[in-house]
């Protein structure tokens, strides 16, 4: 995997899954063919409701342990994958986005829900930003995105003014929003926690999530014209 470039998160997660397929079993995969996964695959789906996203990292992880590291003929198991089910996403309108900053008195959070809204960042690489990756003068930001693929989004002004107080007050030094531990980014989970102790505060019921910022952030840039491949 680490040959393969795969980041340590997708290792991390192809491992666990790799790991309770072979205790459902209680034996080693090596030991296990086409119709241990297939029972497994559908034990997933119908017994244990996982989540698409779930099921295909279970999917992707056994394949690559079957034809990668064990050498097995993974396309002679014949086991389909999973197909796609289209979910429209929630996204907020302007109003509630407002909401979220207006009620967040605390300025690193705002910062963090302000430049995750107004650049479209996943949660990792808003957790993962650097001080450095920050250009004021041409506004954009440097993400390092899924699979280690750099881009560069839009920063807005409004963002930029609330990240240069912010920075003024607590004066990062190499992540931009630095964690408990020093020298280490912000924990994934607690920007988690920011976003939902602010949905709590202005008492929006949607199911949004940290992510629903981002889904946001396109939908808006859309319906004040921007072009479609532009956004994407």
Known sequence: MQLRGLSPKTQKAYLDQVRNFARYFDKSPEELGEIEVRKYLL???????????????????LKFLYETTL?????????????TRRRLPVVLDH????????????????????????????????????VTDIDSKRMMVRVTGKGGKDRY??????????????????????WLFEGQRPGSPLAERTVEKIFEIAKKRTGITKSATMHTLRHSFATHL???????????
């Open 71 to 83: 050498k097995r003929n993974w396309v002679g198991f014949k086991i389909p994958y999973l197909k």
């Open 153 to 174: 989004s839009i920063l807005s002004s409004v963002a930029l003014e609330t990240l240069r107080q912010y920075y003024r007050k607590y004066r990062p030094k190499d």
């Open 95 to 130: 109003s509630e986005v407002e909401a979220l900053f207006s009620v967040t008195k605390n300025l690193k959070h705002k910062a963090i829900l302000m430049i995750t809204y107004s650049s479209g960042l996943r949660l990792a690489e808003t957790s993962h930003l650097k």
């Open 222 to 232: 859309l319906e004040t014209g921007t072009d479609l491949h532009h956004i994407q």
């Open 43 to 61: 034990y997933l789906l119908k017994e244990k409701k996982a989540s698409d996203s779930t099921y295909k990292q279970t999917y992707g992880s």
